[in-house]
């Protein structure tokens, strides 16, 4: 008789793919050095916004951001806000009460883990569709401890609590197919005080701990052999020392912003929202119509010299928006302009006038897998891919700033003051490290998207449609 296979998935939010491998090196990281030496550590990629919450929507659906319609921890609809303002889906930020809708909000014809794996358990992820109040082992409780948690800066016992919880859910007796538990203190510790502040590798240390209890526990009851076990991230993170808030640079040069939390204004010119701080969507108002511009549209409503004065700011990496043609994308810095392009399956960047994602010259490819590997060890990994995803959606609004590292989009209202960020597409905040249990799988480029295929196919079921690919 064939032994039941279940999936124990850690996702340690904000785990950066540079830090981490340094802290199993230095050996205070013993049960995940353990997983690493019987199984496999590798790179993958994230999405663009490389944020909480979209994020999670790769691995937990197959599908990107854009694919999903949720194209940030905060978005705005255009089309929406000008129909009515007195509207629900005009605008969102799930860094708030308004979390509660990221499950209504996402399409209601594409699953997540916890609706196909059977018997599962979620811990403190937002994404619970259809996961009974039994099967959710963070809720109890989740709300005041993270506004605990965030107020006072002492984030461990939100770690520390749900490990209990899980211990508590297998010291029961009862079984799973699919145990998801978020771990969110490295992401905090990293914003609040510095990717490798002792506070961060103490949050790293107690996700190690809790590795070695549970596994133990499977251990003992004689599952683990047949678990897969895999920890990745949803983003990196990187050191912030510098602000220049977006919504208040669009406000002060003449076109009034609606932002996050400041979302009722006479007469907006523009909307800004930001996601992990380092990821801006700009929303032009100033026009007639209620759809999406493209170049010339953006220069007639912005201005070209007011275009000109964004990216030139210090804070600015880049902006990214839409081609006059179809399926084309400007991006654009202080030094010029490249433009990508999507043809059926074939991928191509060709500067114009700058390599603004620093890859060289032109490059092109057929299938966006092949273009992921081209772009895999670059400081932009995956962006052409990312980009397109990003852009099919609305919601990813007229203009897209990626921050430069040092600096982020927001200032006056992110309490506590935000000393890291990400959302950008710079390979810190795109690269996540991948850990699983597994050895002698393929080794070609990976984004987190193919975890949820992996999954799958470890249980024997086949997706009906996927952005992914299984990685065995």
């Not at 401890?145 to 006072?152: C, E």
């Not at 510790?189 to 103490?202: L, N, Q």
């Not at 119509?289 to 210090?314: S, T």
């Amino acid at each position: 008789m064939q032994n039941k296979k279940r999936v124990l998935f850690y996702l340690v939010d904000g785990a950066h793919s540079e830090v981490l491998p340094e802290l199993i090196e230095q050996g205070i990281l013993p049960n995940i050095k353990r997983i690493v030496d019987e199984g496999t550590y590798r790179k993958a990629t994230t999405c663009f916004p490389s944020t909480t919450g979209p994020a999670y929507l790769p691995f937990l659906t197959g599908h990107f951001p854009g694919t999903m319609d949720i194209t940030g921890i905060r978005w705005f609809d255009k089309k929406e806000f000008k129909r009515t303002r007195f509207n629900k889906n005009a605008m969102r930020s799930y860094c708030g009460p308004e979390a509660a809708w990221f499950n209504t909000d996402m399409p209601a014809d594409k699953p997540t883990l916890f609706e196909l794996m059977g018997e599962s358990y979620n811990l403190y992820n937002m994404i619970t569709r259809n996961v009974p109040d039994e099967y959710d082992l963070g809720k109890k409780g989740k709300g005041w401890l993270y506004t605990k948690a965030h107020f006072k800066q002492i984030h461990h016992p939100v770690d520390e609590q749900g490990h209990a919880r899980m211990m508590e859910m297998l010291n029961s007796g009862k079984d799973f197919d699919f145990l998801f538990a978020v771990f969110p203190s490295v992401d905090w510790d990293s914003h609040y005080h510095h990717i490798r502040d002792e506070r961060t590798i103490e949050a790293y240390c107690i996700v190690d701990r809790s590795l070695g209890e549970v596994r133990a526990k499977l251990e003992e009851k004689g599952w683990w052999d047949d678990t897969l076990f895999v920890m990745t991230s949803d983003h990196g993170l990187t050191p912030t020392t510098k602000h220049l808030d977006l919504g208040d640079w669009m406000t002060t040069n003449g076109l009034k912003s609606v932002y996050y939390p400041v979302i009722w204004k006479s007469n907006p010119k523009s909307a800004v929202m930001i996601s992990g701080n380092s990821f801006g969507s700009i929303h032009l108002l100033n026009h007639a119509g209620d759809h999406v511009l493209r170049e010339q549209g953006i220069i007639e409503a912005m201005g070209a010299d007011r275009l000109q004065k964004l990216v030139k700011e210090d804070a600015v990496d880049f902006v990214i928006y839409r081609g006059d043609e179809d399926h084309t994308y400007i991006v654009h810095n202080q030094e010029g302009k490249a433009k990508i392009t999507v043809k059926g399956e074939v991928f191509a960047y060709e500067p114009l006038t700058a390599d603004v994602l620093h890859y060289g010259g032109k490059i092109e490819a057929t299938g966006h897998r092949n273009i992921l590997e081209a772009t895999f060890d670059t400081d932009y990994p995956d962006a052409i891919f990312q980009i397109y995803q990003l852009f099919r959606s609305r919601r990813a609004g007229d203009i897209v700033v990626s921050a430069d590292i040092g600096y982020d989009l927001r200032d006056f209202w992110e309490y506590p003051e935000h000393l890291g960020s990400h959302g950008s597409l710079h390979r810190q905040h795109i690269h996540v490290p991948l850990i699983y249990n597994q050895k002698g799988w393929n080794t070609r480029p990976a984004r987190t998207a193919d975890l949820f295929d992996t999954i799958l196919k470890w249980k024997g079921i086949t997706p009906k449609q996927s952005e992914g690919e299984p990685l065995f």
